[in-house]
């Protein structure tokens, strides 16, 4: 296992790392909410 070295990463980096994560998870809850609008609309 290797040694951790604080600050060995870049910002840019770590901004588009979370750039990635919020893409993720705003698809995620779009794609969630679809789901369940067209789960209510078509089981009733």
Do not use: D, P, Y
Not at 4 to 27: D, P, W, Y
């Amino acid at each position: 296992m290797s040694e951790h070295e604080q600050g060995s990463m870049g910002i840019r980096e770590h901004e588009k790392t979370f750039e990635g994560f919020v893409k993720f998870v705003t698809r995620a809850v779009i794609a969630i909410a679809i789901f369940l609008i067209l789960l209510a609309i078509f089981n009733s």
